[in-house]
């Protein structure tokens, strides 16, 4: 945030917010859904800059059309909403230092990424690249997977861990859910713990959002599980993830990936990890060793067991 002079009013003052989006556009296929989210969440009241990147760790013909090709259609994308974008092509042999040397470069404060799609049994739910991302920065990181055009949903339903609040980025992804839904101009459903909505409703109500909102109370991992029967196909599911060793990380979050994967596989969904406190950590390698996916993950009759309990608790609660 930046104070600057409203017209050489002397002691007037106006809070000006200054926000610069780094969209990665993998291919021209995927560009656009992701590019009309970004602009959706744009600030229209401050200073918001848009850039779209594409890194690719060769020289050869066919990887530098396929740069050309996604960036010109993000650029056109983002040019159908009037808002100028700038492009940059960056060769890199990790795809993640070259986000990151950009990061640097632009000073971004929000990140938008195409949701990974597996391909392979031992590829994680995320993918390497993003796992990679999430843990060498601390700005904020938007996963975006939608199957229909984001402006067509007719609610938006945003699952809130416990104690969100704390975090450093708290209201940064409540402004940015609050201008999506208003652009939109649907009303959004908050799935929160009792002591985090006065919060929530704090930042909306003090930003005049005038959006449509309502509030119902999670308290617990075992009140996520049932919204699998609740999100219909024409709603956008937000998921406030958290970093590991953050505030609002618990250790059910682990299991999220594949609660996702199994539940939420045809719906349209987003992932926002908010900004964090710290410093961020360096990159040492540009080898990601696929043994490294494998030792995060727990294993399948660990993750079974969980769930097994968790369905004998949930039974209960029902009783």
């Known amino acids: 945030v930046k104070l600057v002079d409203e017209e050489g009013n002397g002691d007037a003052m106006k809070r000006i917010r200054t926000n610069n989006s780094l969209i990665a556009v993998n291919n021209p296929v995927t560009a656009p859904a992701v590019v009309e989210v970004a602009t959706l969440m744009r600030n229209v009241t401050g200073r918001h800059s848009f850039y779209a990147?594409?890194?690719?760790?060769?020289?050869?013909?066919a990887s530098r059309q396929l740069s050309r090709n996604s960036?010109?259609?993000?650029?056109?994308?983002?040019?159908?909403?009037?808002?100028?974008?700038?492009?940059?092509?960056?060769?890199?042999?990790?795809?993640?230092?070259?986000?990151?040397?950009?990061?640097?470069?632009?000073?971004i404060t929000e990140i938008f990424l195409g949701l990974h799609r597996r391909t392979t049994v031992i590829d994680?739910?995320?993918?390497?690249?993003?796992?990679?991302?999430?843990?060498?920065?601390?700005?904020?990181?938007?996963?975006?997977?939608?199957f229909i055009p984001v402006n067509t949903v007719t609610r938006v339903v945003v699952w809130v861990p416990r104690e969100a609040q704390y975090e450093t980025g708290f209201s940064r992804w409540v402004r940015a859910i609050s201008r999506l839904t208003r652009q939109i101009g649907c009303r959004v459903i908050f799935c929160s713990p009792a002591d985090t909505q006065p919060y929530i409703r704090g930042v909306i109500v003090s930003e005049n959002f005038g959006i449509r909102c309502e509030f119902r109370t999670t308290e617990s991992w075992d009140d996520f599980i049932p919204m699998s029967n609740r999100v219909l196909d024409d709603?956008?599911?937000?998921?406030?993830?958290?970093?590991?060793?953050?505030?609002s990380y618990s250790a059910e979050m682990a299991d999220m990936p594949v609660f996702?994967?199994?539940?939420?596989?045809?719906?349209?969904?987003?992932?926002?990890?908010?900004?964090?406190?710290?410093?961020?950590?360096?990159?040492?390698?540009?080898?990601?060793p696929m043994a490294g996916d494998i030792a995060v993950q727990a294993s399948p009759l660990a993750t079974r067991f969980r769930t097994f309990v968790r369905g004998i608790k949930a039974f209960i609660r029902r009783i």
């Open 235 to 247: 709603d956008l599911f937000i998921i406030i993830g958290a970093r590991p060793q953050s505030v």
């Open 53 to 61: 990147i594409h890194v690719r760790n060769d020289q050869s013909p």
């Open 260 to 288: 996702l994967q199994r539940n939420f596989s045809r719906n349209n969904l987003m992932m926002i990890y908010p900004e964090q406190f710290g410093e961020t950590v360096a990159i040492t390698s540009f080898v990601d």
């Open 124 to 146: 994680t739910f995320f993918g390497n690249k993003t796992d990679q991302l999430l843990r060498s920065t601390n700005r904020m990181v938007i996963l975006v997977r939608c």
């Open 71 to 107: 960036l010109d259609t993000a650029r056109r994308s983002a040019a159908s909403a009037d808002i100028a974008m700038e492009t940059l092509d960056r060769y890199d042999l990790n795809t993640v230092t070259g986000m990151l040397n950009a990061i640097q470069e632009r000073d």
